[in-house]
T-cell receptor
Framework: GAVVSQHPSWVICKSGTSVKIECRSL??????MFWYRQFPKQSLMLMAT?????????EQGVEKDKFLINHASLTLSTLTVTSAHPEDSSFYIC????????????FGPGTRLTVL | AQRVTQPEKLLSVFKGAPVELKCNYS??????LFWYVQYSRQRLQLLLR??SRESIKGFTADLNKGETSFHLKKPFAQEEDSAMYYC????????????FGQGTILTVHP
């Protein structure tokens, strides 16, 4: 149980284009999902907290207009990297908390974004 | 502010030796602490959490509020334990966001 999927697992795009990453909770409902960024051999950096039916809460230093988050249902959150640039290349990971309670987060497998 | 510190970036032990991965935290309230593990080319997965007081794969961790520590221990390390280990804290903030330590890469040699 508690499986989180991400799609795509990897994506390559040209500079200036937008990329959408999906995060789904497969066997539970998630009122709250989280988006992280991970650099090679480094820890996870929280980008934003995604709440179903309301606006996302962004961490300090994360550009809201660049990283658009939509949490339209209890099982799906999307992260759109707009006007991507090479410096946006990274590993993006989502996690989800079960709506039934508890603070445990279940993580997706991550999405490798490469911007050329 | 909440903070998690894992002082060792790298830790190497031989198979069968005891292992301890250190984690210290800073938080003014009552935190909920976790250990997550990331095996090579796999997703981050929950190893254990302090409220469960459980032992997973032979690992245990005890919350020491006096020392503000949550060290992860295993009496006899196995090669398959080689992985990146993250200590994380969920404070009383809204939505329970996690603060991660920098991670410790554990290598267990045969």
């Amino acid at each position: 149980g508690a499986v989180v999927s991400q799609h795509p697992s990897w994506v390559i795009c040209k500079s200036g284009t937008s990329v959408k990453i999906e995060c789904r909770s497969l066997d539970f409902q998630a009122t709250t999902m989280f988006w992280y960024r991970q650099f090679p051999k480094q820890s996870l950096m929280l980008m934003a907290t995604s709440n179903e039916g309301s606006k996302a809460t962004y961490e300090q230093g994360v550009e809201k207009d660049k990283f658009l988050i939509n949490h339209a249902s209890l099982t799906l959150s999307t992260l759109t990297v707009t006007s991507a640039h090479p410096e946006d290349s990274s590993f993006y990971i989502c996690s989800a908390r079960d709506s039934r309670g508890g603070l445990t987060q279940y993580f997706g497998p991550g999405t490798r974004l490469t911007v050329l | 502010a909440q903070r998690v510190t894992q002082p060792e970036k790298l830790l190497s032990v031989f198979k069968g030796a005891p292992v301890e991965l250190k984690c210290n935290y800073s938080y003014s309230g009552s935190p909920e602490l976790f250990w997550y593990v990331q095996y090579s080319r796999q997703r981050l997965q929950l190893l254990l959490r302090h409220i469960s007081r459980e032992s997973i794969k032979g690992f245990t961790a005890d919350l020491n509020k006096g020392e503000t520590s949550f060290h992860l221990k295993k009496p006899f390390a196995q090669e398959e334990d080689s992985a990146m280990y993250y200590c994380a804290l969920a404070g009383g903030t809204s939505y329970g966001k996690l603060t991660f330590g920098q991670g410790t890469i554990l290598t267990v040699h045969p």
